[in-house]
């Protein structure tokens, strides 16, 4: 049995009020609290092991990073990824598909190339490409979404030409919740000898993600939203296509020598991480990975969409309401907007009540441009979230709408 009142006591900040009211945290998809473990392994290491990493003889040292590789095997794991030389240290899933568009897009796409993403990314996967296409003249061409808020897989395979050299897409849509069909994806860029780099910055947190099942080629996610700390995030690539893309950044840890005249670099996958790593970040994220394992993703899973139902099934019954995204396969994301209630009202309101929801563009300003709204509220459930909240969410919500 999942004890949702028992793992709420690893998260002090649950236990806090905000106006006087019990806080209500619904904002999980923009960052998740942290559980104490995760918190305590970092401070640990501060205070017991801090050391710089890979280049010293003396015992920190080592000690620190035979932690860091420590928590590379752990993040390997838990994408059942074939080796850590596939498990790249970035800053966050931003960082990690800014460096597949910079490194894949170097070596691989030249003038009039094009990259396939979808009307529902998050900026992190439209504007690296942007950039790209600014630097190299490729274009973007984009899956569509129909009114329930899942992609056209029908139009999908009618945007591959002889010039699609990518295909990146988000696993789970941060404002609609969707959980698009990975495999299939795959599948069918494969078949036209294309690779898949997929955004994996909402699904992480809330399913068990295997990278080998899903064929993927790359795959991104953020430390943060996975219970871990800020500032670190992880580029799964496959060998053979990490091993073919140039370096990103240059500097110390990325090479294996140096002259004026010719330098080499360092195997993978520290190929990719110049400089000083944050190797503290990399425990934390260990740990939080070990925490969610040991919960159960299936587990944490099954309490989160029956959550996800719930809040549906409540919402649903409030007079105004409009749900963004109907899609078959819906993860722990509401997206919604009451009558003619600016958003920004709603969640300003809402936070008087102490519950913490997120209003605007979500960072996907496209999509809500396909829905003809300018933003929307959004309520995000994570694994340490009640019954409860989503009443106090509901009643809050028709409090509000009484005020208009
Ligand atoms: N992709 C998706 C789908 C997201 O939801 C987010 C964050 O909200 C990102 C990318 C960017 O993540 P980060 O800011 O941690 O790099």
Same mark, same amino acid.
């Given at each position: 049995m999942y004890d949702v009142a028992e793992v709420r006591? !690893?998260?002090?900040? $649950?236990g806090r009020e905000v106006y006087g009211k019990p806080l209500v945290y619904l904002d999980n998809a923009a960052t998740v609290q942290k559980p104490r473990q995760v918190v305590e392994a970092m401070s640990e290491e501060y205070y017991n092991v801090n050391a710089n990493v890979h280049r010293g003889v003396h015992f920190l040292s080592q000690q620190a990073t035979e932690l860091h590789e420590a928590a590379r095997e752990t993040v390997r794991r838990f994408l059942n990824a074939r080796s850590t030389a596939e498990i790249v240290f970035t800053r966050g899933t931003t960082e990690s598909i800014n460096l597949v568009a910079a490194c894949f897009g170097e070596a691989f796409m030249r003038e009039g190339d094009e990259v396939i993403v979808s009307e529902m990314e998050h900026h992190a996967n439209i504007v690296s490409w942007q950039l790209l296409q600014a630097r190299k003249g490729i274009r973007l061409r984009v899956i569509p979404v129909d !009114?329930?808020?899942? $992609?056209?897989m029908d139009e999908y395979e009618r945007l591959f030409n002889e010039r699609t050299r990518i295909v990146s897409v988000t696993h789970v849509s941060n404002v609609l919740g969707t959980v698009n069909p990975v495999r299939r994806i795959v599948d069918v860029a494969h078949a036209h000898g294309v690779p898949v780099l997929i955004d994996g910055a909402q699904s992480t947190p809330h399913f068990a993600v295997d990278v080998q099942s899903l064929g993927c080629d790359f795959f991104a996610f953020s430390g943060h939203k996975v219970y871990g700390p800020t500032g670190i995030g992880v580029l799964y690539g496959k060998e053979e296509w990490l091993d073919r893309l140039p370096p990103y950044m240059g500097g110390g840890?990325?090479?294996g020598h140096v002259s004026f005249e010719h330098t080499t670099f360092a195997d993978l996958p520290l190929k990719f991480e110049a400089g000083t790593p944050d190797y503290v970040a990399s425990t934390g994220l260990a740990r939080a990975l070990d925490y969610v394992s040991a919960l159960g993703m299936d587990a944490i899973q099954a309490h989160e969409r029956d959550l996800t139902r719930y809040a549906l099934e409540r919402l649903r019954q409030i007079p105004g309401m409009r749900i963004l995204g109907e899609a078959?396969?819906?993860?722990?994301v509401v997206s919604f907007l009451v009558g003619n209630i600016h958003h920004l009202d709603m969640g300003t309101l809402l936070d008087r009540l102490g519950i913490a929801v997120r209003t605007g563009h979500h960072c996907a300003e496209p999509l809500m441009q396909r829905f003809g709204v300018e933003g929307t509220v959004r309520a995000s459930f994570a694994l340490y979230n009640t019954h409860a909240e989503v009443d106090a969410l509901a009643e809050g919500i028709t409090r509000v709408a009484k005020m208009f």
């Open positions: 006591k !690893d998260f002090p900040i $649950l !009114d329930r808020g899942q $992609l056209r840890e990325m090479i078959d396969d819906h993860d722990a």
